[in-house]
T-cell receptor
């Protein structure tokens, strides 16, 4: 059971570079989320999606973009990377069906911008 | 008022102690609640779900107080392996989904 898979696990970017963090899930979940977690801090929602073709901003969307062309995939794009984007990024998915909103997380992508 | 608020701790307790954390939420429409456990540098994983007044699973008890809009997590007979950060999140808002906003987490350190 793959669940939620994130790639890459680690990445070092130079200031101004761009990259895409990949996230895919095989549970046919409608809801998908991207969070960032800075050292010693909580999870902050960047973007989320309630289904293919639908995305919405979370708490900290600036500097990021997302797309949701399929149910399975929810990539996060960083344009013009900045040191403030150094963080651990978690992707999550849930069925979003009424009561059952248990979220399943990927293992995270540790990004350093230098 | 923040959507979800937790005391960040850390709570340092001796092994065998009973410890409780609270989590307050602002959206009175939330229908279900979840406690997640996050180990250092790992992804969060579901610990308990709360759909009515409370839930119990072994040494862990979660209670919901809708009137005061808080949920609590009680851990009895703490083990060293319980050391982690505990995150709460309200879920299941009527009308279709929600943003799954997590609290900042409460750090627990169980010591010998």
């Amino acid at each position: 059971n793959a669940g939620v898979t994130q790639t890459p696990k680690f990445r070092i970017l130079k200031i101004g570079q761009s990259m895409t963090l990949q996230c895919t899930q095989d549970m046919n979940h409608n809801y998908m989320y991207w969070y960032r977690q800075d050292p010693g801090m909580g999870l902050k929602l960047i973007y989320y999606s309630v289904g293919a073709g639908i995305t919405d901003k979370g708490e900290v969307p600036n500097g990021y973009n997302v797309s949701r062309s399929t149910t399975e995939d929810f990539p996060l794009r960083l344009e013009l990377a900045a040191p403030s984007q150094t963080s651990v990024y978690f992707c999550a998915s849930s069925s979003g069906q009424g009561w059952s909103t248990e979220a399943f997380f990927g293992q995270g992508t540790r990004l350093t911008v230098v | 008022r923040k959507e979800v608020e937790q005391d960040p701790g850390p709570f340092n307790v001796p092994e065998g102690a009973t410890v409780a954390f609270n989590c307050t939420y602002s959206n009175s429409a939330s229908q279900s609640f979840f406690w997640y456990r996050q180990d250092c540098r790992k992804e969060p994983k579901l610990l308990m779900s709360v759909y009515s007044s409370g839930n119990e699973d072994g040494r862990f008890t979660a209670q919901l107080n809708r009137a005061s809009q808080y949920i609590s997590l009680l851990i009895r007979d703490s083990k060293l392996s319980d050391s982690a950060t505990y995150l709460c999140v309200p879920g299941g808002v009527t009308g279709g989904g929600n943003k799954l906003t997590f609290g900042t987490g409460t750090q627990l350190k169980v010591e010998l």
